[in-house]
Each structure stands twice: as structure tokens, then as C-alpha cells.
């Protein structure tokens, strides 16, 4: 699992004084939002992954609003889950935040999958919009996730046994956590668990009905209203909700946070790998172009900032440029399409697997959407090449000595019978040496049988000059 807090004593001075830069260029553009005041509840939305940049979203909102007296955070969320080491970050920020956090998973139709579960499960006050549902969090292996139980419920001993070693331990640790989590909030621990267990998902109300939540709201607004005066525990301390009248102030991202969130999508890394591939792999077909190379070192580089920010397994790493290699080894080698199949499913299984690891939960790339679209834009290039390398082989030479055969000419200084008797003919814009089995006159048209060195040998041909 990667961590963030492994850094030396010069990278933490390189990252305060990146901050303080970034902090005063923000404050001058309107990057960084100005400081909330008494009274305001710090909105934070969350439409995406649980990634390092969204959870350094979300803390700094909490760390403000502790900083400037606001009376809560929302956190408005809706997430398909994220980076394990991420949800731990704003959970810990969340159980000792001084200031009380409210999540609120919205609009209709969101989720709080995975490590939203979790983040919502930890707010002082946990509410969902109808139409909405929680839970399915359990996390996915390294090689795909656990077996499926049998039909009967019951889950065979052996198959369980040979699950992944890996996987079983991030199951029985995040079990673990999420029962600490729901304990600390009073809310229904034997779902919680059932939820990473079993990936158990329900919707907003059956949520209330199993005490997973607060409340059902179809607004902000009814939220606010129907938690005023609500008691909650902050720390160790029981406080009453004073939200009458305060603002609702939206927390923005900073420049920085919103380009490393859009960075850390894996299917944006992948495209990016792809768009670099292709790039390079046309500039060095075709050197000079520039466009090309340069948009694939873009794109390159880009790929670097976001697998710095993802967790990714090696070996679907190396899958996949083993697959690329083959396809390119397919233009050149005449397998009879063996290449290209193995080249094709390398690529495929080594995608699914990049970023199918324990600490990536379900940060994983679409195999529909994105997989299958690049696998087929590698195909169509390589096609197209093999077709173009296909008809240069079977046209006609056009340079070289080769190219000369079967061209007319015209004998300049008659030529005798026999070897060594040449005489001379023009062709091609050229004079040749040329000898003939037979004696030729000058003025008459003859055609290149082979070329010896400086010498070609020429038959008569039955055409005027």
C-alpha cells in the first residue's frame, strides 16, 4: 500500500514552501477560496474516486473550518470507491475533527460504494437522498476479487482456502476497521461487516431501516432543517447542531488538486499510455514529424504524475507492454496471425489487472470502454501498416539495379555477338555498357535482361526507336 508519510525532512521543506507558492499565486487568481467565517457550513462535493487529491480536498475543508469557526462541513457525496490508504486519511481527519461533518450522498441516482461506505459510516451524521445506495465494499484482490459463494449460500472450504493470501488480509483488516468505525458512530456494526464481507448494498431506506443512517432527506435544505438541534458527539463531548441561518459556503479545489483528481482515473492513465504509444511509435516510423513524438512524450509524461498517484501491479504492467510488443512484432514477423492473437490477449488480461490490487478497491479500467476501444485502434494501425508494407512488397521495384530489368533502351555503338564484344546503349536517361548473344545494330531497341556490375546484357525487341 502506498503512503504519503514516508517522506524525508528536504521533501517536506520542498512540499511547505510548494504550498505557501501555490497558496499566495491561488489567493491572487481566486484559486485557493478565501477563509470561511462563524457561521458558515463548508460545503464539499465529491463526484468521483477517493483518490490522494480528493482526500486532500476533503481534509483541508475540515482543517479550515476547524481553523475559522464554521459550525459543520457537508460533504455532499456520490463515489464509486477509491484508494484504501486515501479513505483512511479523510476518516482519521473525520473522527478527530473538532467541527462536525455531515456526509450527505446525493443527487438521486449516487452512490456511496466502497470506500464511501466507509467515509459515510464515519460522519457525525450520515444521510442519502432517495433513490440513492450505499455499501458493496468489499475489496478487490489482487487477482479479481474473492470466489463467488455457491448457489446454496454456503461457500466451499477448499476454494476459500486457495483464495488469495493478499486479499484475505485486506478483507479481515477492512472488516475490522469498518466495525471500529461503526461502533465509534453507534450504527449497525453486523451490517457494516456484511457489507465487506459479502458486499452487501441496499438503498436509502432500507439504510434507515437497518440503522446504517440518520435520515432520508429529498433536499439540502429539509437535511439542514431536520438535523437543527440534533445532539451528536464531537470528540469526546456532546454538542447540539446550531445550523439556523448559517451559509452553506461551497469549498472549491485548488488548481493543483483538481488536475491530479482528473490524473488519477485509470482509465485516463490508460488512454494516456495509448496516446503515447501510438505517438512515438509514428515518430520513429516517420522521423521529423514532431507532432506526433512530442504529443506522445506529453502524454508519456502525464502517464508518470498519475501512476506516481495509483497503485499498480507490475504484472499487468508488463502484460500489457508485451502485448503492444507483439502486435508491433506482428508487422515485421510472418507469424500467420499467431503474434497478433497473443499480442491482443496479453494486452487485454494485462489491463484488467494494472490496477486490480487490494489498496486500489475499485480504481480498476473499463474492459468495454476503454480496453477494447484501444486494443481495437492498435489493431486498425497495425492492419493498415501491414497492409501498406503488404503492397510495397508486391509493386514493382522503383530504385535500385533491380529496378532495371525489363527496360527498353536504345543501342548507341553496335554491339557484336558473344561476351566481350559490347557495344553501348542509352536507357533511363543513362549510357550503359551492354552486351548480346547476338550482334545488334545501332539504332535499334533493346531490353535489359541483366545487370553485371556496369555491364547489361540486352536482347533485340521488335519495336521502333
Not at 191 to 212: H, N, P
Not at 241 to 266: H, K, N, R, W
Given at each position: 500500500?502506498k ?16 504550498s ?70 479523510i ?5 478527530n ?5 455531515i ?55 477448499e ?39 459479502s ?45 439556523a ?29 495509448a ?32 501512476m506516481?498517484?495509483l ?35 496479453c ?33 486498425t ?14 509493386s ?47 539504332g ?7 545487370v553485371e ?13
Amino acid at each position: 500500500m502506498k503512503s504519503a508519510r514516508r517522506i524525508g525532512p528536504l521533501a517536506r521543506l520542498s512540499g511547505c514552501l510548494a504550498s505557501i507558492m501555490l497558496w499566495l499565486c491561488g489567493a491572487v487568481v481566486g484559486l485557493v477560496p478565501g477563509p470561511a467565517t462563524a457561521g458558515e457550513i463548508l460545503l464539499v462535493e465529491i463526484d468521483g474516486s477517493i483518490n490522494p487529491a480528493s482526500a486532500d480536498y476533503l481534509i483541508g475543508a475540515i482543517h479550515q473550518a476547524e481553523q475559522t469557526g464554521a459550525v459543520a462541513v457537508l460533504i455532499e457525496l456520490d463515489t464509486p470507491g477509491g484508494l484504501v490508504s486515501s479513505t483512511q486519511d479523510i476518516i482519521q481527519a473525520m473522527l478527530n475533527s473538532s467541527v462536525p461533518t455531515i456526509v450527505y450522498v446525493s443527487p438521486r441516482g449516487a452512490t456511496a460504494t466502497s470506500a464511501g461506505t466507509f467515509i459515510t459510516l464515519a460522519a457525525n451524521v450520515a444521510a442519502m437522498m432517495p433513490g440513492t445506495s450505499i455499501g458493496a465494499a468489499h475489496p478487490v484482490s489482487l487477482f479479481g476479487g474473492s470466489p463467488a459463494p455457491a448457489k446454496d449460500g454456503s461457500e466451499d472450504p477448499e476454494v476459500r482456502a486457495a483464495q488469495d493470501v493478499v486479499g484475505q488480509k485486506m478483507e479481515n483488516y477492512l472488516a475490522a476497521y469498518v466495525e471500529s468505525i461503526a461502533k465509534e458512530r453507534g450504527r449497525n456494526v453486523e451490517w457494516a461487516l456484511e457489507a465487506v464481507r459479502s458486499s452487501q448494498a441496499v438503498t436509502s431506506e432500507k439504510a434507515l431501516e437497518l440503522g446504517v443512517i440518520d435520515l432520508v432527506a429529498s433536499s439540502r435544505a429539509e437535511l439542514l432543517e431536520a438535523i437543527e438541534g440534533r445532539e451528536i458527539e464531537v470528540g469526546d463531548a456532546k454538542q447540539k447542531l446550531a445550523l439556523a441561518g448559517s451559509v452553506v459556503v461551497p469549498v472549491e479545489q485548488t488548481l493543483v488538486q483538481a488536475i491530479f483528481d482528473f490524473l488519477t482515473d485509470p482509465n485516463l492513465a490508460f488512454i494516456l499510455f495509448a496516446i503515447g504509444a501510438l505517438g512515438l511509435y509514428m515518430e520513429f516510423q516517420h522521423p521529423g514529424l514532431i507532432v506526433p513524438g512530442a504529443v506522445g512524450v506529453v502524454a508519456l509524461v502525464l502517464l508518470g504524475f498519475s501512476m506516481q498517484i495509483l497503485p499498480f501491479s507490475w504484472v499487468g504492467a508488463m502484460l500489457v507492454l508485451v502485448g503492444v510488443a507483439l502486435l508491433i512484432a506482428e508487422i515485421f514477423v510472418v507469424s500467420f496471425g499467431l503474434l497478433f492473437a497473443a499480442g491482443l490477449a496479453c494486452f487485454l488480461i494485462g489491463g484488467t489487472m494494472v490496477f486490480d490490487r487490494p489498496e486500489a478497491s475499485d480504481l480498476t479500467v473499463s474492459f468495454w470502454q476503454v480496453l477494447v476501444p484501444i486494443a481495437a485502434a492498435f489493431s486498425t494501425v497495425g492492419a493498415v501498416v501491414a497492409v501498406l508494407l503488404g503492397r510495397s512488397m508486391l509493386s514493382r521495384q522503383s530504385a535500385g539495379v533491380d529496378e532495371m530489368i525489363g527496360l527498353v533502351g536504345r543501342v548507341e555503338v553496335p554491339i557484336g555477338s558473344g561476351s566481350g564484344r559490347r557495344g553501348k546503349i542509352f536507357v533511363h536517361g543513362e549510357y550503359w555498357n551492354a552486351e548480346a548473344e547476338e550482334a545488334i545494330a545501332a539504332g535499334e531497341s533493346v531490353a535489359i535482361e541483366s545487370v553485371e556490375g556496369l555491364t547489361v546484357r540486352v536482347r533485340r525487341v521488335d519495336r521502333a526507336s
